[in-house]
């Protein structure tokens, strides 16, 4: 019998399914993928389907942080690195990772103007304690984030209250990166732009802050006038400097300080009534409450078409944060803000904050890039995002461990994979998406391992497949299950001349991977074929096959 063309379809999941209810319908949860991707940090790839009839399709890709490890923190990024631009959430984690200081994980963050100042974010931001952006509408916009202790936060009600300090007298200072209005004091800082953006009408005062003091959005910090200039506008702004510039009474406030004067800039941020000092903040949507608030998912005030979603959750005791995308207007068919709400609750949320969604929504994973499949068909630039990040006390990309992309296979009989294995180095960095070398061995009744290092699922029981790099180890448990057999071609016209190797297809992680084997037993396959003509038509059904 000369070979034949076939298609063995093996199902590849992490983990058991598991059930949830999203918006009283139930569903099966198939954990695709799990797998580190940075310190304290794990990612999850996941496929849910109702119950009733496995349609409705909807994909998850998950991220959880324990903000407690020693190695990460969550960060903002604006796109283009000021507050008007936008640049992907894969370039922003690429420009600022470093040796030492590597973005690994991330999403999208706020809305933003989509006409004029494209980019501009529509909510309160706040990248490294220092206030990025206070639109006139900030208290309109949910936030999510965290404090200077790297503790996730939320709020429905912001308040902010800026005052400037002189010798002599005390002066509102109205926004920070904002439009200066009439007999407005504005601060401006290096988030804004290459200049303060403002017309000649008006004076401006460069400062910086004394030796010792840091910039916080909660509290009192001592600067000096180091230029003044006046009636000339659009002030150059650098990385260790702020711009106060005046119009109108303000101007004349500012003109009465000269270079070298010490003033007092006094700032206050109340989150829902507490003041607090914030590290990373960014806007969420318009509603009046949060999409999860203290456990309870919100039931109106939500949006309720099905969109591609982003998220933000934190933990009840707030050291944990879940950056969740759910995908949309494709084969998932994407979700509600209630069920956004509901899958971060099931996986560990008390309370969260919806983000843009629809084209925007994004999960950025070092070093794959973008892992979810955007409804634009490629990745939206967008105004900001919020990233995990690993701080490290020195470059190292040394492998000290080993991972499966999955711990957990679902095959047939007969199927033949070759696992990717994921390095780490010693601070749980993934340093190596494809590590090379790795041996496998198995008990005989699991299976084989073939001539070329694949694992062939010869063996009758199920069991443990494990890896060996050097004195590294790692283990798969590998589930023993049946599966229909099909020609990937309808029909087939094989004889003498015309030889076939066998092909067998699996389906890893919901991505087919081509795989060649050099012979089967087609009645161990399946019990009703006895034999194969030389020459002829076959045509494969997935109860059996035919001549």
């Known amino acids: 019998m000369k070979k034949l063309l076939l298609s063995i379809f093996a199902f590849c999941v992490s983990l058991s399914s598991f059930a949830i209810s999203l918006n009283g319908v139930d569903y099966t949860i198939d954990t695709l993928s799990m797998y580190p991707i940075g310190p304290g940090s794990t990612f999850f790839e996941l496929r849910m389907l109702r119950a009733s009839d496995g349609k409705g399709r909807i994909d998850c890709w998950l991220m959880?942080?324990?903000?407690?490890?020693?190695?990460?923190?969550?960060?903002?990024?604006?796109?283009?690195?000021?507050?008007?631009?936008?640049?992907?959430?894969t370039k922003m984690a690429q420009r600022s990772t470093t040796d030492t200081t590597i973005f690994f994980g991330g999403t999208n963050g706020d809305f933003f103007v989509t006409q004029g100042d494209v980019g501009l974010p529509v909510g309160l931001t706040v990248v490294n304690s220092e206030f990025a952006h206070t639109p006139s509408a900030a208290t309109s916009r949910r936030v999510g984030g965290v404090d200077e202790n790297n503790h996730g936060l939320l709020a429905t009600n912001i308040q902010f209250n800026f005052e400037l300090q002189?010798?002599?007298?005390?002066?509102?200072?109205?926004?920070?990166?904002?439009?200066?209005?009439?007999n407005e004091l504005v601060l401006y800082n290096k988030h804004n732009a290459a200049t303060t953006l403002t017309n000649a009408y008006g004076t401006e005062l460069k400062v910086q802050l004394l030796e010792n003091e840091k910039w916080a959005t909660t509290g009192m910090m001592r600067a000096k006038v180091l230029q003044k200039q006046e009636n000339v506008g659009s002030m150059p702004l650098d990385a260790t400097s702020a711009v106060l510039s005046g119009h109108g009474t303000m101007a004349?406030?500012?003109?009465?300080?000269?270079?070298?004067?010490?003033?007092?800039?006094?700032?206050?941020l109340k989150l829902d009534g507490n003041p607090v000092n914030v590290a990373q903040l960014i806007g969420g949507d318009h509603y009046n409450t949060m999409i999860l608030d203290s456990g309870v998912v919100a039931t109106k005030d939500f949006w309720d078409e099905l969109h591609p979603r982003t998220g933000f959750g934190v933990s009840q005791t707030r050291d944990t944060v879940l950056l969740l995308v759910v995908d949309g207007r494709g084969v998932s068919k994407g979700c509600t803000t209630k069920v956004l709400a509901e899958i971060l609750k099931y996986y560990g949320a008390y309370s969260a904050v919806n983000w843009d969604g629809g084209g925007s929504s994004c999960m950025y994973v070092r070093p794959f890039d973008q892992v979810n499949r955007g409804s634009d068909g490629s990745e939206r630039t967008v105004t900001n995002g919020m990233f995990v990040v690993a701080n490290l006390p020195e470059a190292d990309n040394t492998i000290t461990s080993i991972k499966p992309y999955s711990p957990t296979y679902v095959m047939p009989r007969y199927a033949v994979i070759s696992p990717?294995?994921?390095?780490?180095?010693q601070y749980g960095v993934?340093?190596?998406?494809?590590?090379?070398?790795?041996?496998?061995?198995?008990?005989?009744?699991?299976?084989?391992?073939?001539?070329?290092?694949?694992?062939?699922?010869?063996?009758?029981?199920?069991?443990?497949?494990?890896?060996?790099?050097?004195?590294?180890?790692?283990?798969?448990?590998?589930?023993?299950?049946?599966?229909?057999?099909?020609?990937?071609?309808?029909?087939?016209?094989?004889?003498?001349?015309?030889?076939?190797?066998?092909?067998?297809?699996?389906?890893?992680?919901?991505?087919?991977?081509?795989?060649?084997?050099e012979a089967l037993n087609w009645t161990s396959l399946n019990p009703t074929v006895a034999s194969v003509s030389e020459l002829g038509v076959i045509t494969g059904l997935s109860t059996g096959m035919t001549q």
């Open 64 to 89: 959880s942080v324990d903000t407690k490890n020693p190695y990460v923190s969550i960060e903002g990024v604006l796109g283009t690195g000021k507050i008007i631009g936008t640049e992907t959430p």
């Open 166 to 182: 002189t010798a002599n007298d005390k002066y509102t200072i109205h926004h920070v990166n904002y439009k200066r209005g009439e």
């Open 252 to 268: 004349a406030a500012l003109s009465a300080l000269h270079e070298g004067d010490e003033i007092t800039l006094n700032f206050e």
């Open 420 to 425: 990717t294995f994921l390095g780490y180095n």
């Open 430 to 517: 993934l340093v190596d998406a494809n590590v090379q070398g790795v041996q496998l061995s198995c008990a005989p009744t699991l299976g084989e391992i073939l001539p070329d290092g694949r694992f062939l699922s010869s063996g009758t029981e199920s069991g443990i497949l494990t890896a060996t790099l050097g004195d590294l180890t790692a283990e798969m448990e590998i589930s023993m299950s049946p599966a229909p057999i099909h020609f990937r071609l309808d029909s087939i016209l094989c004889g003498p001349s015309n030889p076939y190797k066998v092909e067998v297809q699996a389906i890893v992680n919901d991505k087919p991977i081509d795989l060649y084997a």
